[in-house]
């Protein structure tokens, strides 16, 4: 079953609306048990498909983890799932937020690898010609504590230029020690709009969990954002929070940039980067 899901790619295309249209932020929390893994799927409005969304997790501890943070599987375009493990020693909450679009027209890749046990798996998928990253996530199957999102993050390819608007990049860990499992990156592209990218980057030391934030431009809005660690194919390096964030303004909507909280137990130093991807 799982050998099946090598390098195996689905696409799905939507288009809804016209124009640039607006977005709309949903969320959803749920209390997460020490020592258990939970989450919470976010459903988007009717006439709306997902853009782009996140997971934030309380608590600061190296145990604490994203374990899925992806569209929805059963329909793609319908909304977010997260789920985030917890072995810290108290109850933590982990709220999934999905970001709407009223309109616009998005194609849906994604691409599944099997995780042998013990192993950190990454897989990329490019967006078609004429369309760039919009949004994207992890997926990764099961319910065990040991699977774990390592990188979840736009990427730049080959092109002209330096925007990491070519594709997602996604990476997982599998240390359950309960055999293989299977993880999918996906990605979001847009055909048309405006996105702009912005990224920052942050030292992670050794046995600590460090969190850095990013805003988008005046004039845009968060549509979605990932974050990458240093340290490729180490299993001691985990995505602890990747959510949009509410800025100093007037609302509550967290549409004014990207939150990323990464793990180092991998022995050495590391570096984490945040990426937020707005629109307009």
């Not at 020490?34 to 190296?62: N, S």
């Not at 810290?88 to 849906?108: E, N, R, W």
């Not at 990049?169 to 993880?183: P, R, Y």
């Amino acid at each position: 079953m799982l050998a099946a899901l090598a390098c195996a790619m689905t696409t799905v295309g939507v288009a809804i609306g016209a124009g640039s249209g607006g977005l709309s932020y949903r969320s959803e929390s749920t209390p997460v048990a020490d020592g258990a893994q939970d989450g919470t799927p976010v459903k988007c409005p009717a006439g709306t498909h997902v853009a782009g969304g996140g997971v934030y997790i309380t608590g600061i501890d190296t145990d604490i983890e994203v374990a899925t943070s992806a569209p929805f599987y059963n329909g793609p375009d319908e909304g977010w799932t997260g789920y985030a493990n917890n072995d810290s020693g108290a109850p933590q909450t982990v709220t999934t937020h999905a970001i709407c679009a009223k309109s616009g027209s998005y194609k849906y890749r994604s691409k599944s690898q099997p995780v042998p046990d013990g192993s950190q798996v990454a897989v990329t998928v490019r967006c078609p010609d004429g369309t760039r990253a919009a949004g994207g996530g992890v997926y990764i199957e099961g319910t065990y504590t040991g699977f774990e999102v390592a990188t979840s993050a736009p990427f730049d390819g080959p092109d002209a230029d330096t925007k990491p608007d070519d594709g997602w990049s996604g990476s997982a860990n599998n240390v359950a020690g309960v055999g293989a499992t299977a993880m999918s990156t996906d990605v979001i592209c847009a055909t048309s709009g405006k996105y702009r990218y912005r990224s920052d980057l942050k030292p992670v030391a050794d046995g600590s969990q460090v969190g850095l934030s990013v805003g988008c431009p005046d004039g845009a809005r968060a549509v979605a954002g990932g974050v990458a660690i240093s340290g490729s194919g180490d299993t001691g390096i985990s995505v602890a929070t990747s959510a949009p964030s509410d800025g100093s303004d007037i609302d509550t909507k967290p549409d004014d940039g990207w939150t990323g909280y990464a793990n180092n137990d991998s022995g050495m130093p590391q570096t984490m980067s945040t990426e937020a991807i707005c629109k307009g």
